[in-house]
């Protein structure tokens, strides 16, 4: 039975074929618009280390004077002072490892005077940042810990920058320029593809990192510290030249600059290292530092601050509201659509059901007419919202002046097997909810009436 | 094979309550050819609808082959209609869609035949009715009386108890009329109850029995000429 309403099903697509195309069309526009904007939402949500997101945490400690409001959420703290990073790597902690990072604007060049010079985004580190960030390598490895604080020139470098300067070469060993220094290519990265610069605290879905080298070399370098920077009291007035000029200034001063990150495996772990920030914190506060009385420290997870940062607002809620109520407008059209077909097909109704079709037969034969409409409708709603996710996508490339490279950012307006899946789900589910009505009253039609001779 | 008793059914709308039949007491035998007549409006349909089982009543008893289908949900009524009766419309009410084959086969598809046996009641229901070069036309490609006898090839094909025509020479002329009924005797003749609404006085008087039916009720309904059954008993005992 199940086989011949199938067949009566997709026969009847073919009845009234301006209202089939009608329907398939109000429920697949409906669907791209929907699709465009539910898919840059999830694809904003993506965590950008699976299970590893609720196992880094970014550690920040107020060290404010007792001046100005306590911070209540993390995203209105800064980071943490240099000392105490460096204090916290050496201490014994429940963390499984500590990293901190800070960023820096290098001009690159290579001993080829064919090639441009590249202004870059770098980052300044630990050698432990790869392992711990799961940036994979293409050729050679990070530095040594030793190098760590030994400031050994040498500098890992992103793939793009290989296939740059080297031809995607392995260019283990071979030179580059940072700036007016020459450091030894030690590590290629891979293809490190992260939906947002997470790390960095930038969630940035567009730029990459191609320059990575240690916190001592970038010191003994004074490269540029482009990090924002929290500066009070005396230290205020010195921020723009702790930026440009005065390194060991910032090293030693109370200016929030670098950003600390702890691998916490457990609640436990995560317990314990909460205990020890609060027993550092009191314990500094003896040396006049902490001065405030909340102690406030902030130990929060990748997946808290990609669930703040992947929520829509503005502008974007905005159209994410717009696209739920244009396919809301669009599936109440539906309705009245399949009202018209299905009504123009009570004779034949009436007539089957006159020759022993049950009501539940009927039923089941027009919700299948109609959960193939919604797949239809699913197929045109995907293929609109691919086109759309390409519009959307050049939007942001055009808006940033095409400073933003289009396959930079091709991740945050990708479809993917879970969004196809929810567009077939939503397309079958919305049909049929919306066929719900039209069916019943098709079913239970008089068929004594409609088969009145005429 | 059905018998009412004080049935009654009744249109409801806002501001009329409209009494379309009142009070049936009626019985009838297997393998009668009943007529029924009337005036227009006079609940000629309503009563043929009723009997067919697509339309409820509000009173009294009625009884189909032994069962009281009263309050009998829509799947025992779909199933007694798809194995017991068989419907014959005066506008054919074929689906223009579908070829002549497939019409026939709409009642067995609705039993869960199998595709083998199917094939075999088509084609003798076609055959009986004498269109089986036609499997493959469309209705439209049909005459009227080619139409109507494919409908009562599709009324046969499911070897109904009883087969209720509703003026089913209404569109025809009447040469092909004549052929439709020679058609319905025949298959009364093989033991086919047939309930048949007209409005033609002719038509009527071949039937064995006449049912007169005028503002609702039953106002005259023939006795039964028992002889004409037990003559047809004869013959087909005979036969075999």
Redesign the interface.
């Known amino acids: 039975m199940l086989t011949y309403n199938l067949q009566l099903a997709w026969r009847s697509l073919f009845q009234r074929r301006s209202l089939t195309i009608l329907m398939i069309a109000a429920v697949g526009i409906g669907l791209g618009i929907l699709m465009t904007v539910r898919t840059m939402a999830y694809q904003a949500r993506q965590l950008p280390v699976g299970e590893k997101s609720y196992s880094l945490h970014f550690l920040q400690m107020d060290g404010r004077s007792v001046e100005g409001d306590a911070f209540e959420q993390w995203f209105e703290g800064d980071a943490i002072t240099h000392r105490d990073a460096r204090m916290l790597m050496n201490a014994d902690t429940a963390a499984r490892q500590q990293t901190y990072l800070w960023k820096t604007d290098v001009i690159v060049s290579s001993e080829d005077r064919d090639l441009l010079p590249r202004r870059s985004s770098g980052l300044v580190g630990l050698s432990n940042f790869f392992e711990m960030f799961d940036a994979p390598f293409l050729y050679g490895s990070a530095w040594s810990e030793e190098a760590n604080d030994s400031a050994e020139p040498v500098a890992v470098i992103s793939k793009d920058y290989n296939d740059y300067f080297f031809a995607g070469e392995n260019s283990v060993g071979r030179r580059l320029n940072l700036g007016t220094h020459t450091v030894t290519v030690i590590g290629v990265l891979d293809d490190w593809r992260i939906n947002r610069r997470y790390y960095d605290m930038t969630f940035d879905p567009a730029g990459r990192d191609d320059v990575f080298i240690s916190d001592s070399l970038a010191q003994e370098f004074n490269l540029v510290r482009t990090v924002q920077m929290g500066c009070y009291g005396g230290d205020a007035d010195q921020a723009g030249d702790f930026a440009t000029n005065d390194i060991q200034g910032l090293v030693n001063s109370e200016c929030a600059w670098v950003l600390f990150w702890a691998e916490l495996n457990s609640a436990e772990s995560i317990q314990e290292y909460k205990q020890g920030i609060e027993r550092h914190m009191s314990a500094q506060q003896e040396f006049g530092r902490f001065p405030r009385e909340d102690q406030t420290y902030f130990l929060t997870n990748v997946a808290e601050h990609i669930e703040l940062v992947g929520q829509f607002r503005g502008r974007q809620a905005f159209l994410q509201l717009m696209s739920n109520l244009f396919f809301a407008v669009c599936l109440i059209n539906a309705i009245g659509i399949l009202l018209a077909k299905f009504t123009s097909k009570a004779r034949e109704i009436s007539l089957r059901r006159a020759l022993g079709a049950k009501k539940t037969t009927i039923m089941t034969q027009h919700l299948l007419e109609v959960a193939i409409i919604g797949i239809l409708g699913g197929i045109v709603g995907l293929a609109l919202s691919y086109v759309g996710l390409i519009g959307m996508r050049n939007i942001v490339v055009y808006s940033s002046d095409y400073t933003i490279a289009a396959q930079d950012i091709a991740h945050a307006f990708r479809l993917n097997w879970v969004m196809i899946g929810n567009a077939f789900l939503i397309a079958i589910g919305s049909t049929i909810l919306v066929g719900l009505y039209p069916i019943w009253r098709v079913c239970n039609g008089k068929p004594a009436q409609q088969l009145k001779a005429q | 094979m059905l018998k009412m008793n004080d049935v009654s059914k009744i249109y409801r709308t806002e501001l009329v309550e409209t009494h379309a039949l009142r009070n049936v007491n009626l019985e009838i035998q297997e393998g009668e050819f009943v007529s029924v007549t009337g005036p227009s409006g006079s609940g000629k349909?309503?009563f043929l609808?009723l009997t067919?089982l697509?339309?409820s009543f509000e009173h009294g008893e009625y009884f189909f082959d032994g069962q009281n289908v009263r309050g009998l949900h829509?799947?025992q009524l779909?199933?007694i209609?798809?194995?017991k009766i068989g419907?014959v419309?005066?506008?054919f009410?074929l689906?223009p869609?579908l070829p002549i084959y497939e019409n026939v086969e709409?009642?067995l598809?609705?039993?869960?035949m199998g595709a083998k046996e199917r094939r075999g009641r088509i084609e003798h229901a076609l055959s009986t009715v004498g269109l089986t070069s036609r499997l493959g036309h469309l209705p439209t490609q049909l005459s009227g009386g080619q139409q109507q006898r494919v409908a009562i090839a599709?009324a046969l094909a499911?070897e109904p108890r009883i087969l209720l025509a509703?003026?089913p020479t209404?569109?025809l002329d009447s040469v092909m009329a004549r052929q439709v009924m020679d058609l319905l005797h025949e298959i009364n003749d093989n033991g086919t109850t047939i309930i048949m609404v007209t409005h033609d006085p002719e038509l009527a008087s071949r039937a064995q029995r006449n049912i007169r039916i005028f503002d609702g009720e039953v106002s005259v309904v023939q006795p039964l000429n028992t002889d004409v059954l037990v003559d047809r008993e004869e013959k087909q005992s005979a036969h075999v």
């Open positions: 349909t309503t609808n067919g697509l339309e829509d799947a779909s199933r209609r798809n194995e419907f419309f005066q506008s009410n689906i869609d709409v009642p598809r609705y039993r869960g599709r499911g509703d003026e209404g569109n």
